[in-house]
């Protein structure tokens, strides 16, 4: 069965900073994985997604993700936040071979200070 | 618009009350999932439609709950004597899945808040 694993529930960081959101998932197919945004009193949307080809996948707001299938990890990072980056960030993962199914984690909470 | 749209937004009910939420899929989207987002959880995968076709419905939670989409758009999530667990925010997303599922980004809709008393 996949399980998806956000290791950080609360990051309280300063503008301008780097961050790094991690995430690891275990399964035993092959994978697309997927990380979704929820900002304040909105619903999910797509900020980027891993289906194939090159590890690195780049969102349009600067944040990029690398898929290590070694380490099972598909972590997010931007290399400068803004306050306007505060929201909840999930993880996702959906099966490569045909299932239905997309197992989120329990969502992180990027909290970014002036 | 031309986003997910669910109603009611909130809705509270009292233990043993059914309820029934609404989801309004965006025009021309084949797949369309329910979700149960518990409070400082993730979306739970309930329910998945292809159209008018329930094509997994392996994590409805009990024999309770209910989901259909008869004219393969709008879709109704029934919820019969509600227990206070059933507490939570049901997500509905849309995807524009012609095919495989799994890899197409799915749109979501704002939630509708359930409260059972």
């Known amino acids: 069965a996949q399980s998806v694993t956000q290791l950080d529930s609360q990051v309280p960081v300063f503008e301008e900073a780097p961050v790094e959101l991690r995430c690891n998932y275990s399964?035993?197919?092959?994978?697309?994985l997927f990380w979704y945004v929820q900002y304040p009193n909105q619903g999910l949307q797509l900020l980027l997604k891993?289906?194939?080809?090159?590890?690195l996948v780049e969102s349009i707001n600067g944040f990029e993700a690398e898929f290590n299938k070694s380490q099972t990890s598909f972590h997010l990072r931007k290399p400068s936040v803004h306050i306007s980056d505060t929201a909840e960030y999930f993880c996702?993962?959906?099966?490569?071979?045909?299932?239905?199914?997309?197992?989120f984690g329990a969502g992180t909470r990027l909290f970014v200070k002036a | 618009g031309a986003g997910v749209s669910q109603s009611p937004r909130y809705k509270v009910a009292k233990r043993g009350q059914d309820v029934a939420l609404r989801c309004d899929p965006i025009?021309?989207?084949?797949?369309l999932f329910w979700y149960q987002q518990a409070l400082g959880q993730g979306p739970e995968f309930l329910t998945y439609?292809?159209?008018?076709?329930?094509?997994?419905k392996s994590g409805l939670p009990s024999d309770r709950f209910f989901a259909e989409r008869p004219e393969g758009s709008v879709s109704t999530l029934k919820i019969q004597r509600t227990q206070q667990e059933d507490s939570a925010v049901y997500l509905c997303?849309?995807?524009?899945?012609?095919?495989?599922?799994?890899?197409?980004?799915?749109?979501f809709g704002p939630g509708t808040r359930l409260t059972v008393l």
């Open positions: 891993y289906l194939s080809g090159s590890t």
């Open positions: 996702a993962v959906s099966e490569g071979t045909g299932g239905f199914k997309t197992i």
């Open positions: 399964s035993s197919v092959s994978v697309y």
């Open positions: 997303a849309s995807s524009l899945a012609e095919g495989l599922a799994s890899y197409n980004e799915q749109f």
């Open positions: 439609f292809q159209n008018e076709a329930q094509l997994d």
């Open positions: 025009s021309g989207h084949v797949s």
